[in-house]
T-cell receptor
């Protein structure tokens, strides 16, 4: 029944060691998002894809990259994780178009990233 | 830029108590407003929404009314249950872009 699936649920990496988080969806939604959520804080949008059109937030560090090889999959790459990158990373999808109002996001359960 | 402000938590209530979580927003356009809920260890789920002024969103006994004059979207429930314990996020989506901005969240604990 899961519609937005994130793997792994928990990820541990070492300081400076590249890490990739994955997200897949069965909803066939054209928009996919990556949010970073630190403890007791609001989810912070890192970037989103409208189909293959990549939209980066102005304050997203260059250390964070993303790939979307097809409609179903989206990846978050952290090139050189720092201690401050430890957080929950949430993937979400929506079906609304680029000129419409996004009315509902479907979230995965998240990947909790620890950096040692 | 657009933003969302929520009352700070944590909020602790006894079962069957009345709940209000305040939310105000700043937006340049005419946003849609949402409440999302996050249960422990899970992602966020849409709880309710309102797309224009004076609309009331409701779901699972929760309600919120879009008040343009006060730029508010307060969440209410008449009688909370232990199962309502979660973090609640107020959010907005503006017609100028296809993304959602979240408030900081309010943690609710309901004790028997």
């Amino acid at each position: 029944d899961a519609m937005v699936i994130q793997n792994p649920r928990y990820q541990v990496t070492q300081f400076g060691k590249p890490v990739t988080l994955s997200c897949s969806q069965t909803l066939n939604h054209n928009v996919m998002y990556w949010y970073q959520q630190k403890s007791s804080q609001a989810p912070k949008l890192l970037f989103h894809y409208y189909d293959k059109d990549f939209n980066n937030e102005a304050d997203t560090p260059d250390n964070f990259q993303s790939r979307r090889p097809n409609t179903s999959f989206c990846f978050l790459d952290i090139r050189s994780p720092g201690l401050g990158d430890a957080a929950m990373y949430l993937c979400a999808t929506s079906a609304e178009g680029q000129t419409g109002v996004t009315e509902k996001l479907f979230f995965g359960s998240g990947t909790q990233l620890s950096v040692l | 830029g657009d933003s969302v402000t929520q009352m700070e938590g944590p909020v602790t209530l006894s079962e069957e108590a009345f709940l209000t979580i305040n939310c105000t927003y700043t937006a340049t356009g005419y946003p849609s407003l949402f409440w999302y809920v996050q249960y422990p260890g899970e992602g966020l789920q849409l709880l309710l929404k309102a797309t224009k002024a004076d609309d009331k969103g409701s779901n699972k006994g929760f309600e919120a009314t879009y008040r343009k004059e006060t730029t508010s979207f307060h969440l209410e429930k008449g009688s909370v249950q232990v199962s309502d314990s979660a973090v609640y996020f107020c959010a907005l989506s503006d017609s100028s872009y296809d993304k959602v901005i979240f408030g900081p969240g309010t943690s609710l604990s309901v004790i028997p």
